[in-house]
């Protein structure tokens, strides 16, 4: 079983790369984003210490954590954005641990797949076989995100600048999705991809 990370920036199409990976080949996609926000859940293993850190205001009158709140604290202050990644990122790696150790024991799947555009933030690359960067333009992300998500230049600007940049994706990872065309084009590069692993498993090793 070959666990690859699926990273990029907002808008890219890591989804619908993810997707592909999902219907075609019968990928398992391990959601870090819900095992994120159930762990922030109370009773769940983030929960006590973002609300020690962040105090008892960022809290709804059900005692659940108000992402809304939570994230208007951390998104123009870059040192409370990463204090709360790192109460919530080793969390979420201990449990994505898990699930790819029971799916490699189960034998049930030839891929497990982390779709996440903080792959370099995060430290799930440390339990990825590889990671693909799947890369748009940004005017392109721009106008995917206006159309399908209706956000404003303004806000998809404070997006752009939180997020890691181009640069940093292609000095960190070597396998690169181009996704600036049609379907075919971008299911042809993930045919490739795997069709280049399967190739490397296949050859022989010599000391």
Same mark, same amino acid.
């Given at each position: ?16 790369? @993810?997707?592909? !990976?999902?219907?075609?080949?019968? @990928? ?7 095992? @994120?926000?159930?762990? !922030? !859940? ?6 006590? %210490? ?6 008892? #205001? ?5 005692? /659940? ?22 109460? /919530? ?6 449990? $994505?641990?898990? $699930?790819?150790? *029971? *799916?490699?024991?189960?034998?049930? $799947? @030839? ?7 903080? !792959?370099? #933030?995060? %430290? ?21 995100? *206006? ?18 940049? #181009? #640069? +940093?994706?292609? *000095? ?9 065309? +049609? ?25």
């Amino acid at each position: 079983m070959k666990v690859i990370g699926i990273t990029g920036g907002i808008g890219s199409g890591k989804s619908l790369v @993810a997707d592909i !990976m999902i219907k075609k080949y019968k @990928a398992y996609l391990i959601n870090s984003d819900r095992i @994120a926000k159930e762990q !922030m !859940m109370p009773g769940g293993i983030s929960y006590k %210490g973002v609300v020690e850190y962040f105090g008892k #205001e960022i809290l709804m009158e059900d005692g /659940t954590i108000d992402k809304g709140k939570l994230s208007q604290i951390v998104f123009n202050d870059k040192d409370k954005l990463l204090k709360l990644n790192s109460l /919530t990122h080793p969390n979420v790696l201990t449990e $994505v641990e898990k $699930v790819i150790t *029971k *799916k490699r024991e189960s034998k049930t $799947v @030839a891929y497990c797949i982390i779709e996440t555009a903080l !792959m370099i #933030e995060s %430290g799930y690359d440390f339990v990825c076989d590889e990671v693909w960067y799947v890369h748009s333009s940004p005017n392109l992300r721009r106008d995917r995100l *206006k159309q399908y998500r209706s956000y404003t230049d303004e806000k998809i600007d404070a997006i752009f600048t939180s997020q890691s940049k #181009e #640069e +940093d994706f292609l *000095k960190a990872y070597k396998k690169v999705i181009y996704n600036d065309s +049609d379907l075919f084009k971008l299911e042809y590069q993930i045919d490739s991809l795997l069709k280049g692993q399967e190739e490397m498993d296949k050859s022989p090793v010599f000391s």
